[in-house]
């Protein structure tokens, strides 16, 4: 890649305007053969990307191309919102549709779609928005609403856990600017997540983990509980603890090893240390259930798992 369009890519997300190439130096037939020989992609009119980058972007990392993309090319002023500010914001977009790029504009009387962007209608407030690597996008509190109510509960969950986890807003402030939204479509779907959505939650598998507790019928579990012997020894921090019956549920996704690695760790001894503290919660009388991300393609199973567990413990205890 040349040196000016990396410079001015890695400024906006990849992506470099065909007005910013013409002032780096490149020509009009200079771009063109780029294009024709797909050393350079057009992911809008006007708008290119490296073709080595292009491939190598995830899906939401291409998103994020076009939000800079598309905040660059249009004539009116708008709010990078909904699913865009998710990915703007560096939050989790599981379950998302990242098809579109949605912004909010006060200046419109009914939404519409044009040229891949999802204009929404709607009063922005003062404190509904703040930039964001030079873009302005929706709130944090304002963000999960507008998520909520155009997407599947789970999905919304997934990114309401993730805003309350980063500590910007409560769920308290979230209820109150809800409560001014109320007649606004989806906002039904928007307070049910805000009443579910939890910031103990770590990650994607923990917050679909929650969910799907509440789909198969189980009570909702305390998270993260700190699991201690009788002597006062911390054996370790819990994903899930159910109260009532004396079991553990902990999420074992892959990138949770990551986290877990100290530098230079090998990641088998952190797979070792796991077992030793599953163990060590056994020894306690503790049920442990492991959830992996099989389990939600089967539910019903991982139900039967659970109340298993419960049984045990009921067993345990003698039956109370």
Same mark, same amino acid.
């Given at each position: 890649?040349? /040196?000016?369009? %990396?410079? &001015?890519?890695?400024?906006?997300?990849?992506?470099?305007?065909?007005?910013?190439?013409?002032? %780096?130096? !490149?020509?009009?037939?200079?771009?063109?053969?780029?294009?024709?020989?797909?050393?350079?992609?057009? &992911?809008?009119?006007?708008? !290119? +990307?490296?073709?080595?980058?292009?491939?190598?972007?995830?899906?939401?990392?291409?998103?994020?191309?076009?939000?800079?993309?598309?905040?660059?090319?249009?004539?009116?002023?708008?709010?990078?919102?909904?699913?865009?500010?998710?990915?703007?914001?560096?939050?989790?977009?599981?379950?998302?549709?990242?098809?579109?790029?949605?912004?909010? =504009?006060?200046?419109?009387?009914?939404?519409?779609?044009?040229? #891949?962007?999802?204009?929404?209608?709607?009063?922005?407030? /003062?404190?509904?928005?703040?930039?964001?690597? *030079?873009?302005?996008?929706?709130?944090?509190?304002?963000?999960?609403?507008?998520?909520?109510?155009?997407?599947?509960?789970?999905?919304?969950?997934?990114?309401?856990?993730?805003?309350?986890?980063?500590? =910007?807003?409560?769920?308290?402030? &979230?209820?109150?600017?809800?409560?001014?939204?109320?007649?606004?479509?989806?906002?039904?779907?928007? *307070?049910?997540? +805000?009443?579910?959505?939890?910031?103990?939650?770590?990650?994607? *598998?923990?917050?679909?983990?929650?969910?799907?507790?509440?789909?198969? *019928?189980?009570?909702?579990?305390?998270?993260?509980?700190?699991?201690?012997?009788?002597? #006062?020894? &911390?054996?370790?921090?819990?994903?899930?603890? @159910?109260?009532?019956?004396?079991?553990?549920?902990?999420?074992? #996704?892959?990138?949770? !090893?990551? =986290?877990?690695?100290?530098?230079?760790?090998?990641?088998?001894? +952190?797979?070792?240390?796991?077992?030793?503290?599953?163990?060590?919660?056994?020894?306690?009388?503790?049920?442990? +259930?492991?959830?992996?991300?099989?389990? @939600?393609?089967? =539910?019903?199973?991982?139900?039967?798992?659970?109340?298993?567990?419960? %049984?045990?413990?009921?067993?345990?205890?003698?039956?109370?």
């Amino acid at each position: 890649m040349d /040196d000016a369009f %990396a410079a &001015i890519a890695a400024r906006q997300g990849g992506v470099v305007m065909r007005s910013q190439a013409l002032a %780096a130096g !490149y020509t009009e037939a200079e771009i063109s053969r780029r294009l024709r020989r797909k050393q350079w992609v057009a &992911i809008r009119r006007g708008a !290119y +990307v490296d073709r080595a980058v292009f491939d190598a972007m995830s899906r939401e990392q291409r998103h994020l191309a076009m939000i800079h993309a598309v905040v660059r090319s249009l004539d009116k002023p708008a709010v990078v919102s909904h699913n865009s500010a998710v990915v703007l914001r560096g939050l989790p977009a599981w379950g998302l549709d990242l098809s579109l790029v949605h912004v909010s =504009r006060g200046d419109l009387h009914s939404p519409r779609i044009e040229a #891949g962007v999802h204009h929404h209608a709607g009063e922005l407030r /003062d404190d509904d928005m703040e930039r964001v690597d *030079g873009i302005w996008v929706t709130s944090p509190a304002r963000t999960a609403i507008d998520t909520a109510r155009i997407n599947a509960f789970e999905a919304a969950v997934v990114v309401t856990d993730a805003i309350l986890h980063r500590g =910007r807003v409560d769920k308290g402030a &979230i209820l109150d600017r809800l409560d001014s939204m109320r007649d606004w479509p989806g906002t039904c779907n928007s *307070g049910r997540v +805000v009443e579910f959505a939890d910031g103990r939650s770590e990650s994607v *598998g923990e917050s679909r983990s929650r969910v799907t507790f509440d789909m198969i *019928g189980l009570p909702r579990p305390d998270l993260q509980r700190v699991i201690t012997a009788p002597d #006062g020894e &911390i054996i370790g921090r819990s994903d899930f603890f @159910f109260d009532d019956f004396d079991t553990v549920g902990e999420f074992d #996704g892959r990138l949770k !090893y990551g =986290r877990l690695l100290k530098p230079g760790q090998d990641p088998g001894e +952190v797979v070792w240390r796991e077992k030793l503290r599953e163990d060590r919660m056994r020894d306690l009388g503790f049920e442990v +259930v492991r959830i992996v991300w099989f389990d @939600f393609a089967n =539910r019903p199973a991982l139900a039967e798992r659970f109340r298993a567990a419960f %049984a045990r413990a009921r067993r345990r205890r003698g039956g109370r």
